[in-house]
């Protein structure tokens, strides 16, 4: 690990940190043509049931979506500060890699308070976790060794960070949620170089076995959180005369659109590693759709 590059790091975080008080434009609410979501990116885009929706439908749709795309990247970076504590604390005080560490934490318990507020702003109600999913978060933060925690991790991040770049990118994107993917994208940036050097050192010591369960543990955790997307309720707030139906044919629209759209960095992801194995493709294709 190149310790002038993390020096240099550390310092740009103390002397320029980004604010989410300042740095976001709380005040600003929507304009009549403001969006919260991509169209691209909903569940019922691309069906013919998106077609009979109303514009107001159609925003409410996006609305609801993105927040629970956000209640995710919420859930991802707390995750994420469980493993970083974990490693952390086997680091000595003077050790570069440990400062480093400090100010992560710092910057990504900020991020927490940040999509919560942004939830708050969009008067979202997140839609509670099933008791799967409940199941695999606590058995994850409670029995997962350290270093497939940072694995499934790294794989909400890089999945999430899809739906942060489409939202930057898009023209007419609410102002506040532009600015706060802004400031994801900007400080996640300085995260990558500890992250790929960390990587590198848990792939070399990984054999055909360990790669395998890695790669296992990434797949239910995008699976985790491409299920917490689509929700029948979802379709109950948006006034739908038969939200089961539009659930069923939502939950196979997006798993397609979800395989097509969101699945490309964390394929290159896992293959910088060799995760992709006999034992493991036929279950990235089942589960996920994914082209491997």
């Known amino acids: 690990m190149d310790v002038k590059e993390i020096e240099r790091l550390i310092k740009i975080s103390r002397e320029r940190p980004l604010m989410p008080e300042t740095y976001i434009p709380w005040q600003l609410e929507p304009e009549p043509d403001d969006i ?62 440990h400062q480093f ?41 409670k029995y997962l060794p350290a270093d497939y925690l940072f694995m499934g991790s790294i794989s909400v991040e ?18 506040v949620l532009k600015k706060m993917f802004d400031l994801h994208n900007i400080e996640e940036g300085r995260h990558i170089l500890f992250t790929k050097s960390l990587l590198k050192t848990y792939s070399a010591k990984a054999g055909y076995i360990k790669r395998t369960l890695y790669s296992y543990v990434i797949l239910f955790n995008i699976l985790f959180v491409r299920t917490m997307y689509v929700k029948r309720e979802i379709y109950e707030r948006i006034g739908l005369e038969n939200p089961d ?3 069923r044919q939502a939950s196979r629209n997006f798993k397609q659109k979800f ?12 293959n910088e590693w060799k995760g992709f194995n006999n034992l493991t493709r036929w279950a990235w294709q089942f589960w996920l759709g994914a082209k491997v």
């Not at 049931?49 to 209640?71: C, S």
């Open 158 to 175: 890089l999945v999430t960070d899809v739906y942060g770049n489409y939202a930057r990118k898009s023209p007419n994107i609410y102002p």
């Open 259 to 270: 395989a097509d759209k969101c699945l490309g960095d964390i394929i290159e992801f896992v």
């Open 101 to 141: 560490l400090l100010r992560e934490l710092i910057e990504e318990f900020r991020h927490q308070e940040m999509f919560a507020q942004a939830i708050a702003k969009l008067g979202g109600k997140p839609i509670k976790q099933s008791r799967a999913h409940k199941f695999f978060g606590e058995f994850s933060n």
């Open 245 to 247: 139906e539009a659930y």
């Open 36 to 97: 919260f979501l991509p169209e691209i990116l909903t569940s019922l885009q691309g069906l013919e049931i998106y077609d009979t929706l109303t514009p107001t439908q159609k925003l409410e749709l996006g609305r609801h979506e993105l927040v629970q795309v956000i209640a995710s990247y919420a859930w991802g970076e707390c995750l994420f500060c469980v493993f970083m504590t974990r490693h952390l604390i086997t680091l000595p005080a003077d050790n570069v890699e």
